[in-house]
């Protein structure tokens, strides 16, 4: 059982963060994030920091490396110790008693459960080496703040990568062991101080450190990095998780390389744009935001939500909701490919198609109008009609062209024409890019360049292009979206002297409010909406509005 367990824990399958530390950079080299990997257990050659094992076995479990998983004399002078002051001020569970309970049991207090920790701590120990049984515990402790593992807790409060922290820093991990809540600088600094003081006083008389170390590391001042510029650990994991798919694991990378990913994001766009979430939206409303490199294909820009801290969800990638009239470029489109232009007419009025009667917004209806006139009204009626005309069917296959991922036959569903169909702000923004870049699909990418510690490079992103549409077409396209903003819809989003090619969305009850557009070589998409789908009090030009702001606050 343990060793299958153990096995689970530690050959998962090829994961980046499980096998390299990494460093990733912004588009302009500054940092957005380090982390150490985690030790790997099986490799008896990797060896622990001295200063890390030994702060640890000092804060933990004197008796380490003499016991047999379970110290008896160390127990007994915690009950002793307990018992006289008549509260729990000694903890008496060994580190390997620890490393038990964190792989294979829980923190139910129960004589049950104690015994299965002594049980199993004595076949680790017998199993195992005292590196082995560090590693599992240092990968498994939890020291507040979310880390779990002594790499995420140096990434955490410090910024580093394990290799990087000073003695002081070590020890003040190790003294958020017993209890990271009530240790944490965040929470409480001069009680974490005293405990880091306290640690490395034990250090000191254990003989791990000399008097000179030891009085340095007391004075050192140290400096946790802010609690509220935490990183973005969504846009970290999506970096990571496109990193992974280019790594090819057969070419047997060696564990201790260290990764320095080159990302496409620009930091103070990032900045921007987060800010501007705050500011310009009311609390409770959600915003997902990505701008596109049209020509490259490069991520500039990826915002999930508002608070990237407490964020759990990419509302870029994986929120799936209604594209509304942001899908009307399609069946305008395919109009194009057969042969109609932008001056040919069709008759916005009101029509049925058996039961299903759509409407126009405000009921306005123009009548005889040209491609460009029903496009900037944004009329329902029209692109309805080309559906019924070449094909709901060629809809389908040109929006799954375009990378919209329509995943079933819904060829007899002509509302699909005007967007009811649910897709990501990814996706349709990438459609938009696409006609942006004249037709040519570029697959969008987060990454430069990975390289290796000695500036290898391991990876460097090539943009494969593929055509879509023919140059012709895509200015057609972009003639109706510049059209939109100029006078249309999307008016909100237009700029003094500046060409802007956008289109807006809403879906029904104001649920979902969109805006596409494109901007010189940059194609940015914004979706505005509660994450249970309630009714807004907004319109579509509010993310006209916020995709305005955004651009001129970074100058393009």
């Not at 990419?314 to 899908?327: D, K, Q």
């Amino acid at each position: 059982m343990i060793k299958n367990k153990l096995n689970y824990k530690t050959n998962e399958i090829y994961k980046l963060e499980h096998n390299f530390s990494y460093q990733i950079n912004y588009s302009q080299d500054k940092l957005l994030s380090k982390l150490s990997r985690k030790f790997n257990i099986k490799d008896e050659e990797e060896k622990i920091p001295k200063l890390m094992k030994y702060a640890f076995i000092s804060a933990e479990d004197r008796r380490f490396l003499k016991h047999n998983g379970v110290d008896i004399f160390g127990s007994t002078r915690a009950f002793i110790n307990n018992f006289q002051s008549g509260s729990i001020r000694e903890g008496g569970s060994t580190i390997t008693q620890q490393a038990s309970r964190l792989i294979f049991l829980n923190n139910e207090i129960s004589i049950k459960r104690k015994i299965k920790e002594i049980i199993i701590s004595i076949i680790l120990d017998f199993k195992y080496s005292k590196n082995q049984i560090l590693k599992i515990y240092l990968n498994e402790i939890y020291l507040g703040e979310g880390a779990r593992g002594i790499n995420e807790a140096s990434q955490i409060y410090f910024g580093k990568l394990i290799n990087e922290l000073t003695l002081s820093e070590v020890a003040m991990l190790a003294g958020l062991a017993p209890a990271p809540n009530f240790y944490s600088p965040y929470q409480n600094f001069d009680l974490a101080i005293q405990r880091r003081d306290k640690i490395l006083r034990l250090m000191y008389l254990e003989g791990y450190i000399d008097k000179i170390s030891y009085e340095r590391a007391l004075i050192e001042k140290i400096k946790v990095i802010n609690k509220n510029d935490n990183e973005d650990k969504l846009l970290i994991n999506f970096i990571l998780s496109e990193s992974v798919s280019k790594i090819n694991p057969e070419n047997n990378y060696h564990l201790d390389d260290y990764l320095i990913i080159n990302s496409s994001i620009e930091k103070d766009w990032q900045d921007k744009a987060q800010k501007l979430s705050k500011e310009l939206l009311p609390e409770g409303i959600e915003v997902g935001l990505i701008s596109i490199e049209s020509d490259t294909g490069l991520i500039k820009t990826m915002i999930s939500g508002r608070y990237p801290r407490y964020n759990e969800f990419n509302r870029v990638t994986s929120a799936i909701r209604p594209l509304s009239s942001t899908f009307k470029i399609i069946p305008y489109c395919l109009a194009f490919l057969e042969g109609k232009s932008p001056l040919d007419t069709y008759d916005d009025s009101p029509t049925c198609w058996g039961d299903y009667c759509p409407k126009n917004f405000s009921n306005f209806y123009q009548g005889k109008s040209t491609l460009i006139e029903s496009f900037k009204n944004s009329s329902n009626i029209v692109p309805i009609k080309i559906a019924y005309q070449f094909g709901l069917e060629n809809i389908v296959n040109l929006a799954n062209l375009f990378g919209i991922k329509y995943k079933k036959d819904l060829s007899n569903y002509l509302p699909i024409a005007i967007g009811a169909y649910g897709d990501s702000l990814f996706n349709i923004t990438n459609a938009y890019s696409i006609i942006n870049n004249n037709g040519q699909l570029i697959k969008p990418s987060i990454i430069k360049t990975i390289k290796s510690k000695n500036n290898q490079i391991i990876w460097i992103n090539k943009f494969k292009t593929k055509k879509i549409i023919d140059k012709e077409i895509a200015n057609k396209l972009n003639n109706l979206l510049e059209k939109s903003v100029e006078s249309g819809t999307g008016i909100a989003a237009s700029i003094n002297g500046r060409k802007i090619l956008g289109k807006t969305g809403t879906s029904d009850l104001n649920r979902d409010l969109w805006f596409i557009g494109s901007i010189k070589n940059l194609t940015t998409g914004i979706w505005i909406g509660f994450d249970d789908n309630r009714a807004t009090n907004f319109s579509s030009g509010t993310s006209a509005n916020f995709w305005r702001t955004y651009i001129e606050s970074i100058d393009m």
